[in-house]
């Protein structure tokens, strides 16, 4: 069992959605960035929402992201893990990032959505009873997990409900 940390977020102050996931797994890790497996659906299901190549270089992908107002992160700072699942975090260990800090930071967020359940509830489990409540709440949504552990959906099943919910921010830009 080892401790693993999150990367920083991907984010510009001007940044009006915050995607969350729960903390990278292996692949992310080793490559340290973002949705790194290759099968997981996150780039692909998000660069045809924003419009670019989910193929392109990592920091490409991610200037495509700011540029459309999109802020990426997640919600553990660190945790121990065996694995990449989220199922094998050891609960006793998860520590939060700092997110009084980073709304603070971000004022213009106004939507956060969730990559999958698990985020969803860490965050409500261990961030939202922590936050100040001078930090007004943006509206959250959890969405289908981009994992490929999450083989109950398609690409293609999880793109259209991505699209539902984010499609209308990239169009706005």
């Given amino acids: 069992m080892s401790s693993i940390f999150s990367f920083p977020p991907v984010s510009a102050t001007n940044s009006l959605l915050l995607i969350l996931g729960s903390i990278p797994g292996g692949a992310s890790l080793a490559k340290s960035q973002y949705y790194a497996h290759p099968r997981n659906a996150f780039w692909p299901v998000v660069g045809k929402i924003i419009g670019f190549n ?3 270089p990592y920091d490409i992908r991610c200037n495509h992201l700011l540029q459309s107002g999109v802020a990426l992160w997640d ?12 199922s094998s975090i050891i609960k006793a260990s998860m520590r939060p990032n700092d997110f009084t800090l980073f709304f603070q ?4 967020i106004t939507s956060i ?5 698990t985020a969803e509830k860490i965050f409500q489990k261990l961030v ?3 936050l100040p409540q001078s930090v ?3 509206k959250m949504v959890c969405l289908p997990s981009t ?3 999450h083989a109950s959906l398609t690409v293609q099943q999880k793109y259209l ?6 499609g209308t921010l990239s169009q706005a830009q």
Avoid: M
Wanted: with cysteine; aromatic share 6%; proline share 13%.
């Fill in 136 to 138: 007004p709440l943006p």
């Fill in 105 to 108: 930071n971000h004022p213009q």
């Fill in 161 to 166: 409900k991505w699209h539902a919910q984010i």
């Fill in 128 to 130: 939202l009873k922590n």
């Fill in 75 to 86: 919600v553990l700072h660190t945790c121990e893990r065996s694995g990449s699942l989220d």
């Fill in 113 to 117: 959505c969730f990559n999958g359940a």
């Fill in 54 to 56: 989910p193929a392109a």
């Fill in 147 to 149: 994992s490929p552990a």
